[in-house]
C-alpha cells in the first residue's frame, strides 16, 4: 500500500517545479514579444489611437502622413516601418513598408520617403504607400518602427513576409502610433 502522506507531498512539489517552469517559460517569452525600449513615434497630423485625416487616406490625397522618430537605440544600424490594418476583412491588409532608413532620421516628412530607404511590396501589390481605405466601419492602422542592428538587402519588390523574416533576430527596439479611419 501507497504511503500517501509520502507521495502527496512530493507530486505537488513536482507539479509546482513543472507548472512554474511553464509560467516562467511563457512570461519569459512574453516580455520579449511585447519589450519596449525608448523610442517613440508621433505625427503633428493625429494623435496616437486618434482618426488619421482624410488627406492620408484613399478619399484624399493618399499621402503618408508626417512622422516624427525619438530616441533611436545609439547602436542602431537602420530603421524599418510597416504600416497594417489588422481589421482588414481579409486578414492584415500591409499599406506601406520602407527599410534601410538611417537611423538618425528625425522625421518622415508628408508624402516623403528618406533618402535611402527602400519601399517594398504592399498589399496593394506595388511598392509604396497606399492609405487607410477601409470598406465599412472603423479600422486600426498600425505605424510600426523597429531599430535594427543592420541593414536589410532585400528588392523593392520583397513582401511584409520577406522582411518579416530578415528583421527576424536583429530587432533592437520597437514602438508603434496607432491611427484610426473610417470612410464617412
Not at 516580455?31 to 517613440?40: A, I, L
Not at 492620408?56 to 537605440?73: E, K, M, Q, S, W
Not at 481589421?87 to 518622415?108: F, L, Q, R
Amino acid at each position: 500500500m501507497m504511503n500517501w502522506r509520502i507521495i502527496l507531498p512530493v507530486v505537488i512539489l513536482i507539479f509546482a517545479v513543472f507548472a512554474g517552469g511553464i509560467i516562467l517559460k511563457q512570461s519569459k517569452e512574453i516580455t520579449v514579444q511585447t519589450k519596449s525600449g525608448n523610442m517613440k513615434l508621433t505625427s503633428s497630423t493625429f494623435a496616437h489611437n486618434q482618426s488619421i485625416p482624410s488627406k492620408y487616406t484613399c478619399d484624399g490625397a493618399n499621402t503618408n502622413p508626417p512622422l516624427t522618430i525619438f530616441d533611436v537605440p545609439t547602436n542602431a544600424k537602420s530603421l524599418v516601418l510597416i504600416m497594417d490594418d489588422p481589421d482588414a476583412p481579409a486578414g492584415t491588409w500591409v499599406h506601406w513598408t520602407i527599410w534601410n532608413i538611417d537611423p538618425n532620421t528625425k522625421e518622415i516628412a508628408e508624402n516623403n520617403v528618406p533618402q535611402g530607404a527602400i519601399q517594398g511590396k504592399t498589399s496593394f501589390g506595388k511598392p509604396g504607400y497606399g492609405g487607410p481605405c477601409p470598406p465599412s466601419g472603423t479600422h486600426r492602422y498600425f505605424f510600426k518602427l523597429y531599430a535594427l542592428d543592420t541593414d536589410l538587402s532585400l528588392s523593392p519588390q520583397s513582401s511584409v513576409t520577406d522582411l518579416e523574416k530578415e528583421m527576424s533576430g536583429h530587432i533592437l527596439d520597437k514602438t508603434d502610433l496607432i491611427g484610426l479611419y473610417s470612410r464617412q
